[in-house]
């Protein structure tokens, strides 16, 4: 067995928040890197987002690893130190986990920290929260996800500076001026800091342990469908604008793969904060099934969304394709 501790880098941040991006961005930087992303949703669409698919990466989804699956991490850097150890040209040399946007870090802490196995051969080398200027502020005062996120973070990113203007900044930086005095804090837009900016090989020489208290249960859920025709982009920003107008409160994030009629690349969907961006092509990949997906994450179960998109999807899924947990 080599003795050498593998870094682990945990980026965490509210849904939306530029996690994805920031992982793109870390992924270019030429550090053989393993990928392990959480995703709250039952369909998970974040490993089609990576611009980079040859590398090894694990998702987990259909919960949190904070809470629903939890015990899944564990077994995960398990297998991934056990390829790690028997190869000979080694497949990488340190494991980003990208966290669930509504996920606690403390958890997932404990687990890298206090497992004895794991804390032999693998060492938190930092914990970054990114939080988007424009939204971060509402977002703290509603979700104790996003106030532990900032409370367990090393370094704190602040994204989407093109998208804020001098008062958002100003409010969200007194706002974590007393929630975490200590951290550092960066602006990052489109998943670029100023040139100078070190993120990685931070992490404090000390570190307080998480508590091992149970965190109380969340009140999140996704809806997720399959689009069994393409249904051409602006009739879906149409609808997407809709659903975004209509429930303002309880929908907090769409994502999404579709594909266009008579088009070869899929285009990725994605809403947050309630501001629809416009869709990204994907690279072509020779596994493509061709089958658009998209996933709702709410504000708690809604039965009048879920409804909703019965209706305004109509003729595009096939019958009982929406699925709530
Ligand atoms: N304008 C602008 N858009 C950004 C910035 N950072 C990220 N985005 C966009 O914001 C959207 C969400 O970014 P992601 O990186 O997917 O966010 P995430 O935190 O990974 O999202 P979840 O995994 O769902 O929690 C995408 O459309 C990004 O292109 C930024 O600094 N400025």
Redesign the pocket.
Known sequence: MSTAKIPVIVLT??????????LNRLLSDGVKTAVVIN?FGNTPV?QD?LSDQNIPMTVLSGGCLCCQIKGALAPTLKNLWMAWDQAEDKPFERIII?T??VASPEPILDTLLRERWLASRYHLDTVIT?LAIPSALKQLVDFAEARAQVAWADTLLL?????ADADQHAALNQRLQTLAPSTSRHM????ECQADTRITNIGPALRRLPTGNPLPAHRFASISLHLDQALPWPQLEAILQALLARHPLDLL?I?GVIYQPEQAEALAI?A?ANRL?PP?PLAIRSSDDRRGRLVFITNGYSKTLAKELTRVFDGFIPPNAIRQH
Do not use: C, I, P, W
Not at 17 to 22: D, F
């Open positions: 941040g509210f849904l939306g928040s530029g996690k994805t991006t920031l995703e974040d987002l990208e669930s946007g990114t994204t989407h500076a093109d998208l990052m837009t489109v998943g994030r994502k994605q947050a961006y990204t």
